[in-house]
């Protein structure tokens, strides 16, 4: 089982997409990329530069549902008929089919202005755009395993960037393509989305993270193919920095709780006071993660004020 890596060109600040090509039978691409003129490009031109064409893509395995990730998963498949393969919680994503109330409702809660809610939907109008739904699919789980003529890969839940963030693990020779969910160099923001099975809620992102870190530090993988940036060969090292960085994070932002409560959206402004554009909804997003933790923890307590959700120190 050979793997290619192969450097996809993005239109977001984090640059270009890691994507990999698993040269065994059937040919398998794990991410698509964005869609646009620039990766269709740059994926048609690595495919050739080792020997392979898209029409000879037999399947594509999405490791999560961001844009960046599955944005040309419909045009490769219209062209080559692959069988395509995400996790069962993002089907709704991969599709198009997603209610945005779901998330207005979450903003409202979280103290968001109207103005900005409405800024929020724009860039998410805009994102969206760089991906076509795709309907032709197939669900996968936890567990299931995609066999190869020579060996197999095994499908890793690990929530926490999304809710269906999954990593494929080789287990015979302990090698991992993880997505968005380990990054050697940038901390994989717990973004904000509707609980899967109860979308009035939120789903619990951070706590989710780090029980998916500790999970694929038990596999104890030896090398960590990324979706950006170098691959991860210390993990137990990169594990460690990971929650270091993630408890100083949750004891500053308990720590800046007032006595008389605060949103998500006051915290977030007060925690990241230089966010701009999309950054403030990743700012939100964190702070959202950090604050439902606190709470999980006991470090912080929840109240809800007139249909608003306000934060205190426990």
Known sequence: MKIHKLVIPTPFYIGPINIYLVED?????????????EAIVALKDQLLSIGHRINDIQRILLTHTHEDHCGQTARIQEACGARVHVHEWESDRLSKTVDYDHYKRIFKKGGVPAPVIEQFEAGFNRITALQDAVTNF??????????????SLLAVHTPGHTTGSTCFWRESNRLMIAGDTVLKKISPNPVLFPDPIDTSRRFQSL?????????IKDLSPTLIHTAHGDDVTDYLEHFNRTVK??????MKIVGMIPKSGTTTWEMSRAYFPKAEGVHVFLAFSETSAHLDFAVAEGRAKLEVRDGQEFFLAA
């Open 138 to 151: 197939e669900t996968y789980r936890d567990g299931d395993e995609f066999n190869f003529g020579r060996g």
């Open 25 to 37: 039978d059937p040919l398998t691409l794990i991410d698509t990329g964005p869609k646009t003129d």
């Open 245 to 250: 960085m993630s408890n100083e994070r949750q």
């Open 207 to 215: 706590g989710e993270y780090l029980v998916s870190c500790a999970r």
